[in-house]
Structures are given as C-alpha cells and as structure tokens.
C-alpha cells in the first residue's frame, strides 16, 4: 500500500546545529504537510507544499518539496532548543480523502 | 473559540470493558478524524467523517466504532478493549478534505487509554 517515510528516525544536535529530515512516499503526492508535535502535546500544522519544486520559509525553517513530488524535506538552521519535539510529514493517499503521515523525526538539542 | 477539545484526557480500562472517546470542534469543520498514536508508529487514522451522519474506515479500524451524530462531535467507541488497543488517541478536524484548500487538520490534545 501507500506509504510515507520518514528519516532520520532520531537526530540529538547542539544548540545552534542545523537539522535535516527527509520524507519519501510511495507514490507521487499531491501535496504534502508537515506538523509538529512538542513531547507531551499534539500535532500542530506548519505548512503545507503543492508545487513541484516548491520551497517555504518560515523563519529557520525551510521545506521543500521534490521536482517529482516523490519527497520533501524540512531544515532547520541554526536549532534552538524551543525546536524539540517530533516532526511529521503527512501525504494524501490515493483517493484523496485521508492523509498519511510518516513516522516522524524526534529532534532534541542540548544547550 | 476552544477549538478541538477530547474527553476523557486519561482512562484506564480492563480487558473486555467498552468506553466511548468524545471529540468536539466548534469550528464548524465537515471533515473529522481519529487516529492513534503508538511509540514510533506516528499516526495511523482509525476511522474518519466527511459529514454529519456519514462514517468510514481509515487504516487501522478493526476494534473500534464511530458515530457523527451531529456536526460538532464525533465519538470512538472500544466495544471490548483489549491490551492492543493501549494508545494515545487524538482527534482532529478540517475545513476541507485533504485534497481540498483549507485542509490543515486540528488536533485535540489527545486522550491517554491503558488497557489492562
């Protein structure tokens, strides 16, 4: 079936490192999102991609969504240790009508 | 505007005893879901709504049973918990289906359920 991965599983950075997860399907997305979850709390949407290619901003943090819409990844440069917390990148399926998400990425920086 | 609000926030059951999850969102949103959240499983979707009165399986649904009775709420039940079913629960909903414009989904800070 459809699937969505996600790696690295876990990543520990220093404060002020960059940060890189990487999300791949299965199947060539219609778009693709990304949320957050702090540890103890739930997802929270950041953003979402739909062009081939595209690239966001937000603040130290950049997405990117593949020329073949086969993947996407998030960067955050320069982490801080407000940026702790799991990072999920969630696909449509085929039909259109549910999202799947990847695994997700753990991020946890010392200061 | 309270958002997306899940109770209970914790709930421990024995095995073979039933118990509903309530979900409410006063967003006025037609798309709601249910997913589970196990340790390095993310979130897999149990069961979703793209409506009042309207219901239909996601990935993981064997167990469970979902109602939409009205608009607002959409209810999980566990008709005969089992060990298994130990999770984080979280609800979510949307203004549109994940392919349409407004289709971020807003998350309920979740409920705990043990299964002993």
């Known amino acids: ?111 | 505007n309270a958002g997306v609000t899940q109770t209970p926030k914790f709930r421990v059951l024995k095995t073979g005893q039933s118990m509903t999850l309530l979900c409410a969102q006063d967003m006025n949103h037609e798309y709601m879901y249910w997913y589970r959240q196990d340790p390095g499983m993310g979130l897999r979707l149990i069961h979703y709504s793209v409506g009042e009165g309207t219901t239909a399986k996601g990935e993981v649904p064997d167990g469970y049973n979902v109602s939409r009775l009205k608009k607002q709420n959409f209810l999980l039940g566990l008709e005969s918990a089992a060990p298994s079913q130990t999770s984080v629960y979280f609800c979510a909903s949307s203004y549109s289906p994940p392919s349409g414009l407004y289709n971020e989904q807003f998350f309920g800070p979740g409920t705990r359920l043990t299964v002993l």
Not at chain 1, 42 to 52: D, G, R
Not at chain 1, 64 to 80: D, V, Y
Not at chain 1, 99 to 107: A, D, H, N, Q, V
Request: glycine share 10%; charged share 15%.
């Open chain 1, 1 to 111: 079936g459809q699937q969505v991965m996600q790696i690295p599983q876990y990543q520990h950075v220093q404060e002020g490192e960059d940060f890189t997860t990487y999300c791949n399907s299965s199947t060539t997305l219609s778009n693709i999102q990304w949320y957050k979850q702090r540890p103890g709390g739930h997802p929270v949407f950041l953003i979402q991609l739909v062009k081939s290619g595209e690239v966001k901003k937000q603040k130290r943090l950049t997405f990117q969504f593949g020329e073949a819409k086969k993947n996407s990844s998030l960067h955050i440069t320069a982490t801080q240790t407000t940026d702790v917390g799991t990072y999920f990148c969630a696909g449509i399926n085929q039909a259109g009508t549910a999202l799947i998400f990847g695994k997700g990425t753990t991020l946890s920086v010392s200061s």
